[in-house]
């Protein structure tokens, strides 16, 4: 199994800037690609961006050149440090990690998700 904690969300003013984290722990042999969604009131859950093994990252439109994703491996963590903020950036954050874990004489892939960080940009 494999628990994702983040932590980082908050209430910031517009313009303003604030960094998520995301920690992966358990029997966790590889991860993949390493990813953050977010979900306004009303909506459905959106992509926002995507680190891989190898270190491509790619966003969706509204968020580029705001926002960068990365990654610590050694940490098994992935970063969002969000700059410029909006109020359209309201939402809850996700992240999810995709990779392989341990289990009994075998490795199975998994794909988990934390469990929601608030960020609310307002003035």
């Known amino acids: 199994q494999v628990l994702l904690v983040e932590s980082g969300g908050g209430l910031v003013q517009p313009g303003g800037s604030l960094r998520l984290s995301c920690a992966a722990s358990?029997?966790?042999?590889?991860?993949?690609?390493m990813g953050w969604y977010r979900q306004a009131p009303g909506k459905q859950r959106e992509w926002v961006a995507t680190v891989t093994s190898g270190g491509s990252t790619t966003y969706t439109d509204s968020v580029e050149g705001r926002f960068t994703i990365s990654r610590d491996n050694a940490k098994n963590t992935v970063y969002l440090q969000m700059i410029s903020l909006k109020p359209e950036d309201t939402a809850v954050y996700y992240c999810n990690v995709k990779g392989a874990y341990r289990g009994i004489g075998v490795l199975r892939d998994f794909s988990s998700w934390g469990q929601g960080t608030q960020v609310t940009v307002s003035s």
């Open positions: 358990g029997s966790i042999f590889s991860i993949n690609s």
